[in-house]
C-alpha cells in the first residue's frame, strides 16, 4: 500500500483565522438539524402504541420506523449536491418547509399505509445532516473542523428529543399534539435560516452538474472507506436509536414512556461523544478512534444479546452509545480535513447515505428475528459481527498509519 497524497482542504488564504459570524451560523445549523432530527423520528418513539392501535407484527412495525431511515439516507446524496450547489442557508430553509407536509399529514392519518407513505416523505427531515456539513465546514479552518462538525453532530439530539418528548405529549395532548408542536418548529426553522443564516464568505457554488460530481464523489477512495466505517458508526446509531424502546420493553417489561426515556438517554451519550471525538481527531489519527470504538461496540453487543440485569444491560447499552458518538464525530472529522472544499457536500452525501443505509436494515432484521424465534440474541450477535468486520477494515485500509491506504 502506498501512502497517499493529501489533499488541501484550503478554500480561502485567511482560512486559518475563520470567517467571523461562524459560530453564529455553528448554532443556527445545528438548532435546525435537531428540530429536523426531531420530525425525522417521529414514528419511532411511538412505535408500541401503533402495533397495538394497529395490531401490527413486529416485522411490519420494523418497516414503519425504518421507511423514514431509508429515504433520509438515500436523499443524502442529492441533498449534499444541492448545498454544494446552491448553499447550506438556501437548501435548509427549503428542507424545513418542505417537511412540515408529511408531520402534519401524519398528525391526520394513523392507518398502516398512511404511516408507510407519511413515514416515505418524513425521510426527508433526516437529509439535513448533508446540508448542514458542507454548510458548516465552509465557516471553519481545516484544524478546527473536526470538532465544528462534532458540534453540528449534536443536532443528532433531535431523535433523543423525540424519545424522550414525543409519547409523553401523545398521552398528555393527544395523538396530534406531537406532529403540530414540530411542524411549528420546522416552520420556525425555515424562517430563521431564511432571516439569519448566511453562507461563508469563502463558500463558492460548484458549477458543474450533479451525475459528474457524484462520480467524482464516488471515485475518491477515501469516499468509500469513510462510507463503510460511517455505515457502521452512525448506522448502529440510528439503529439502537429507533429499536431500542420496542427492545426493552419486550425484554425488560418497561412501560413506554421509562423506554423511551432510556433510548433518550442512550441517544444523548452518543450525541454528546461526538464533537468529543472530533476534537480529539483533530489532535491525533481519527482512525485509531474509530478501531477503539468498534472493539467496544462489538463487546457490549455481545453483553446486551444475553439480556442481563437490566443495569448490566444499561452498561453495555450507555457504553456503546458513547463509542458510536466517539467513532462518527472521528469519521466527519476526516471530511472535513481531507475533502477538497468544492466536493464535501456531494461527499457527505455519499458518506451520509451509507450510515443511513446501515441504520436501516438493522431494525428489519431485528425485528424479523424476534418475530421468528421469540429472541434478540441472534440480532445483537450480528450486531457484534459487523462492527468487528469494521474494525478489521479499518485497520486494513488505514494501517498504524496517519492517512487511508490510495
Not at 501512502?3 to 445545528?30: F, I, M, N, W
Not at 423525540?162 to 409519547?167: A, E, M, R, V
Not at 393527544?174 to 406532529?179: E, I, K, L, R, S
Amino acid at each position: 500500500m502506498t501512502r497517499p497524497s493529501k489533499v488541501s482542504t484550503r478554500s480561502d488564504p485567511d482560512e486559518d483565522r475563520g470567517a467571523p459570524g461562524r459560530y453564529r451560523a455553528l448554532v443556527l445549523a445545528t438548532l435546525a438539524m435537531t428540530v429536523n432530527f426531531w420530525a425525522w423520528s417521529l414514528l419511532s418513539p411511538l412505535g408500541s402504541e401503533y402495533r397495538d392501535l394497529l395490531s401490527l407484527s413486529p416485522l411490519a412495525l420494523s418497516v414503519v420506523v425504518a421507511l423514514p431511515v431509508l429515504v433520509g439516507s438515500l436523499g443524502r446524496i442529492p441533498l449534499g449536491a444541492a448545498a454544494d450547489r446552491y448553499g447550506g442557508r438556501s437548501v435548509f430553509a427549503a428542507l424545513s418547509a418542505v417537511s412540515i407536509v408529511p408531520v402534519l399529514f401524519l398528525a391526520v392519518f394513523d392507518s398502516y399505509p398512511a404511516l408507510l407513505l407519511g413515514g416515505l416523505v418524513l425521510g426527508l427531515a433526516g437529509t439535513s445532516f448533508a446540508v448542514g456539513v458542507p454548510f458548516v465546514n465552509a465557516w471553519f479552518p481545516a484544524h478546527q473542523r473536526g470538532f465544528a462538525l462534532g458540534v453540528y453532530g449534536v443536532g443528532n439530539a433531535g431523535t433523543a428529543v423525540s424519545s424522550f418528548f414525543t409519547p409523553r405529549i401523545w398521552a398528555a395532548q393527544g395523538p396530534a399534539a406531537p406532529f403540530l408542536l414540530v411542524a411549528g418548529l420546522l416552520a420556525l426553522t425555515a424562517v430563521a435560516f431564511v432571516v439569519f443564516g448566511r453562507n461563508s464568505p469563502s463558500w463558492r457554488a460548484a458549477t458543474d452538474p450533479f451525475w459528474p460530481r457524484f462520480r467524482r464523489a464516488l471515485g475518491l477512495r477515501l469516499s468509500i472507506d469513510l462510507a463503510v466505517l460511517y455505515a457502521i458508526t452512525f448506522g448502529g446509531f440510528v439503529a439502537f436509536g429507533v429499536y431500542l424502546p420496542t427492545f426493552l420493553r419486550d425484554v425488560y417489561e418497561l412501560t413506554v414512556t421509562d423506554a423511551a426515556a432510556r433510548a433518550a438517554g442512550f441517544v444523548v451519550l452518543a450525541t454528546l461523544a461526538r464533537p468529543l471525538g472530533g476534537w480529539l481527531a483533530d489532535r491525533r489519527p481519527p482512525h485509531r478512534l474509530v478501531v477503539g470504538a468498534l472493539a467496544v461496540v462489538a463487546g457490549g453487543a455481545v453483553v446486551a444479546a444475553f439480556e442481563p440485569h437490566i443495569v448490566v444491560a444499561t452498561v453495555a447499552f450507555l457504553a456503546i452509545a458513547f463509542a458510536l458518538g466517539i467513532g462518527n464525530g472521528a469519521v466527519f472529522a476526516l471530511v472535513g480535513q481531507r475533502v477538497p472544499a468544492s466536493q464535501v457536500g456531494s461527499v457527505t452525501g455519499v458518506v451520509g447515505a451509507a450510515g443511513g443505509l446501515g441504520g436501516f436494515l438493522p431494525p428489519i432484521v431485528m425485528g424479523l428475528v424476534y418475530q421468528v424465534t421469540g429472541d434478540y440474541a441472534i440480532g445483537l450477535m450480528l450486531l457484534s459481527d459487523v462492527a468487528l468486520a469494521g474494525l478489521v477494515y479499518a485497520v486494513w485500509r488505514f494501517g498504524t498509519r496517519s492517512g487511508p491506504a490510495a
